[in-house]
DNA sequence: AGGAAGATCTACT
DNA sequence: GTAGATCTTCCTA
């Protein structure tokens, strides 16, 4: 399994968050390693960017979008754990939330994590797929380029696929340019539009 | 102390 | 499909 390294990280994160698509995150547990594939993603910038959490400069709680790339952000929204890679360019301010992803190992876990059944519910949102792989402020900093991570993303089987955008979801202000990307057709999306 | 926040679930029409 | 309640932290006053 390859690693995707470090300097994956270090470009402009809607670049990042749109090569994301496709690529296998690993969540391991102490009994068992859950995973999954990423199908939806979105690209958050530092003070020029209204809905990002850097937007009102650096704060004890979102100081890892001002550091090093590769890193876990983890922070809670109307009572949901949300998951970021911290990705910008060297000097900028940026991270890639991880929205959705379609299930491939552990997947009986994940329905309990849940309590749902319906496979197509268990990490279709940026909330359900915390819950469903137990990713808490416990996570928040760790090192996703690292192998032995409790959280770490690998590159995925080459296989190709559309990639669509459209503006962020939930946002109060957006940004002109369109900074969501998912994967076209894919039932493990959280909205289609 | 109060409220907003990158969401989710439920219960309706 | 849409509306409203509720979720839990951290920021701001």
């Given at each position: 399994?390859e ?17 994301l ?20 993603t ?51 301010v ?23 059944k ?16 137990v ?30 955008s ?28």
């Amino acid at each position: 399994m390859e690693m995707l390294p470090k300097d994956f990280y270090e470009r402009d994160p809607a670049l990042v968050a749109r090569d994301l698509l496709g690529k296998i995150l690993f969540r391991r547990l102490d009994s068992e390693i859950l995973s999954g594939k990423i199908v939806e993603t979105e690209a958050y910038y530092g003070g020029n960017d209204p809905s990002s959490k850097a937007y009102r400069g650096k704060k004890k709680f979102n100081e890892l979008m001002f550091m090093d790339v590769g890193k876990a952000f983890i922070y809670m929204v109307h009572g949901n754990w949300l998951l970021n890679i911290v990705a910008h360019l060297k000097g900028h301010v940026g991270a890639v939330l991880i929205r959705a992803m379609e299930p491939l190992q552990g997947i009986e876990t994940m329905r309990k994590n849940r309590n749902v059944k319906d496979i197509h519910n268990l990490t279709s949102g940026p909330g359900k797929l915390t819950k469903a792989l137990v990713i808490t402020k416990e996570l928040n900093g760790i090192d996703v380029t690292k192998r032995n991570s409790e959280l770490v993303m690998v590159k995925g089987k080459e296989e190709s696929f559309e990639v669509c955008s459209s503006h962020r979801i939930g946002v109060k202000v957006d940004l002109p340019q369109k900074l969501r990307f998912f994967v076209k057709g894919n039932k493990f999306v959280s909205k289609f539009s």
